[in-house]
């Protein structure tokens, strides 16, 4: 009789646990609404500490700013907001790199694009995506495209780019020597506040399914 009880228990407790493992891949699906609030709506956002961009050598900007429209969406992955202006530096405040000052000419539009809400932290995980810029570090020019993975806070309305090498590719370098080369693997970080444009309203991104 213990035998069969314990043979019970054991088969009872793997049944829960297949049916809570079920339960987690379930709830575990992957967003295909995309409710952006206020939406319509323009955006700008401004740099909260330093951006940096890596090709071999960092390029570091204290000064960066965006703007754009956003807007809910559906699909997988979805597009929650448009950039149509991107700069890095400013007069006052130029891109440094060991190379000299840098110019980084953003070509527009580019893209966010969210792919997964967790619900629990209001973190939005996706990339910018569509991106590509012409770089001038002292004599040394290139182009960079590619996506850049990014996070979106609703809490904060901070935008947290955190590119991983191979998401962007250089072409075209000129002058950069050994330094930068198509085979160089650059890498796009730094933090952007977030705010309805003209105002200090945090827009808010949050992932559903129908």
Do not use: H
């Not at 700008?44 to 090709?55: F, P």
């Not at 040394?140 to 590119?163: D, E, H, M, P, R």
């Amino acid at each position: 009789m213990k035998t069969y009880l314990k043979r019970s228990a054991v088969a009872a407790g793997a049944a829960a646990a297949a049916l809570a493992l079920t339960a987690g891949t379930a709830s575990a699906v992957p967003s295909t609404v995309w409710t952006v609030s206020p939406s319509p709506a323009a955006f700008q956002a401004v740099n909260v500490g330093n951006i940096v961009l890596t090709a071999t050598i960092p390029m570091t900007c204290t000064a960066s700013n965006a703007s754009g429209t956003m807007a809910s969406t559906t699909g997988n992955p979805g597009d929650v907001a448009d950039i149509s202006t991107m700069n890095f530096g400013s007069s006052g405040a130029p891109c440094t790199s060991i190379l000299g000052n840098v110019t980084t000419v953003a070509v527009t539009p580019w893209d966010v694009v969210a792919v997964d809400y967790n619900a629990a932290t209001g973190v939005t995980k996706g990339y910018v995506g569509n991106v590509k810029a012409n770089v001038s570090a002292g004599i040394c020019k290139f182009t960079v495209a590619g996506q850049a993975s990014a996070t979106y806070t609703n809490g904060t309305g901070i935008l947290a780019v955190n590119s991983v090498a191979g998401e962007l590719t250089v072409s075209n370098p000129v002058n950069c020597g050994a330094i930068v080369t198509v085979n160089t693997k650059p890498t796009f970080k730094g933090n952007y506040a977030v705010k309805v444009a003209g105002t200090n309203t945090i827009p808010t991104i949050v992932g559903s399914n129908p």
